[in-house]
C-alpha cells in the first residue's frame, strides 16, 4: 500500500461544487467499485455497510479496522480515480486508536473519510475528528474529512429542535477540523437549502428514491451526493430476486438485466 499522491487529493477536494454536486455512488468491493468508475465516475466512495455485508458482518461498528482497510487499500490499487473511505467511527474509542485508523488510511492510498458521530455525544465525534487532522497534517497529508450528521437519519432528539441541533454539531465539527458536513436522512428541500446556507463548508446529503435529483441539490446549495449502501442493497435485491425467480417459477429471466460477462471481465483484463 501506498500513501495517495497529492494531485488526487487536491482533485478530490475541488470536486465539492453547488451547483453541480459531487456524486458518488458507493462501492463495496473492488468489482463494483470497477463498474462505477467505468460509469464515468470522478471518485469512488466506500460505504461501510456495503464493506461490512460483503466481509460477513453487520453493518454498525462489528468488522475489524484492519479488515476494512485492506479492502480500501484493494480498492484504491484497482482504480485510477481518487477513494474516499467510509470509517464508521473511526474504529476506535479514544484519540489513540482514532489516529491509527487515519495512519491506516493513509497508507491505503484513500484522499478522504467519512466518520459519523450515531448516538454518541457529539464532543466524541469533534475529538476524532481532532486526532484525524492532527495525523493527516503530521503525515503532510491533504485528507478531506467528512463529518457525518446522524440526528436526521437516526431520528435523534426533539423533531422541533432537530435542526438547530444539527447546525450546532456541524458548527462544532468544522472547528474541530472537518473539511465537510453529511446529513443523511433527509430529503426536505427547505432543510436543506437551511443547512447549506449555514454550514461553512460543504454540504454532503444522501440520495435515493423520492429525494430532488443531483441537479436539484445543488441548486439547493448542496456540494456531495452520496448514494450510501444503496446501491449494494440493489445489487443484492437483484441477487435475490434472481434466485426466488429460479427456485420459484424456474426460469431465469432477470439474468438479461446483467451486465455482459466480456464488459465484466474487460474491466479486470488490464490492472491499473
Given at each position: 500500500?501506498t ?6 487529493a ?9 451547483p453541480?454536486?459531487l456524486?458518488?455512488?458507493?462501492a ?5 467499485a470497477r463498474?462505477?468508475?467505468?460509469a464515468?465516475?470522478?471518485?469512488i466512495a ?7 455485508w ?28 481518487p477513494?474516499?473511505?467510509d470509517i ?7 484519540a ?9 488510511v493513509l ?26 487532522r ?18 436526521f ?5 426533539d423533531?422541533?429542535t ?8 456541524a458548527?462544532?465539527?468544522v472547528d ?16 436543506i437549502a ?5 454550514v461553512?463548508?460543504?454540504l454532503n446529503?444522501?440520495a ?11 441548486a ?6 452520496s448514494?450510501?449502501?444503496?446501491v ?6 437483484a441477487?435475490r430476486?434472481?434466485a426466488?425467480?429460479l ?8 439474468l ?10 474487460a474491466?479486470f483484463?488490464e490492472p491499473?
Amino acid at each position: 500500500m501506498t500513501i495517495a499522491q497529492p494531485n488526487n487529493a487536491h482533485v478530490f477536494r475541488s470536486l465539492h461544487t453547488a451547483p453541480v454536486p459531487l456524486a458518488l455512488a458507493n462501492a463495496w468491493d473492488v468489482a463494483s467499485a470497477r463498474v462505477i468508475e467505468a460509469a464515468g465516475a470522478p471518485a469512488i466512495a466506500t460505504t461501510s455497510a456495503g464493506v461490512a455485508w460483503s466481509l460477513g458482518s453487520p453493518d454498525g461498528g462489528f468488522l475489524t479496522r484492519d479488515r476494512a482497510l485492506d479492502l480500501v487499500g484493494r480498492i484504491v490499487a484497482a482504480v485510477t480515480v481518487p477513494v474516499t473511505a467510509d470509517i464508521e467511527g473511526g474504529y476506535g474509542t479514544d484519540a489513540a486508536s482514532v489516529a491509527e485508523t487515519i495512519t491506516g488510511v493513509l497508507a491505503a492510498g484513500a484522499v478522504g473519510i467519512n466518520i459519523e458521530d450515531g448516538t454518541r455525544p457529539p464532543a466524541e465525534l469533534a475529538m476524532r475528528l481532532a486526532a484525524a487532522r492532527q495525523t493527516a497534517d503530521r503525515a503532510g497529508a491533504d485528507l478531506f474529512l467528512n463529518a457525518r450528521i446522524d440526528t436526521f437519519l437516526f431520528g435523534l432528539g426533539d423533531p422541533d429542535t432537530r435542526l438547530k441541533e444539527t447546525l450546532a454539531r456541524a458548527h462544532m465539527y468544522v472547528d474541530a477540523g472537518a473539511d465537510g458536513i453529511f446529513v443523511p436522512g433527509i430529503n426536505d428541500t427547505e432543510t436543506i437549502a437551511a443547512l447549506a446556507r449555514d454550514v461553512s463548508v460543504p454540504l454532503n446529503v444522501m440520495a435515493g428514491p423520492g429525494a430532488p435529483t443531483v441537479a436539484e441539490l445543488g441548486a439547493l446549495g448542496v456540494a456531495r451526493v452520496s448514494l450510501g449502501s444503496g446501491v449494494a442493497q440493489a445489487a443484492y435485491a437483484a441477487a435475490r430476486r434472481t434466485a426466488r425467480e429460479l427456485f420459484g417459477t424456474g426460469d431465469y429471466d432477470s439474468l438479461a438485466e446483467g451486465m455482459a460477462f466480456p464488459e465484466l471481465d474487460a474491466l479486470f483484463s488490464e490492472p491499473n
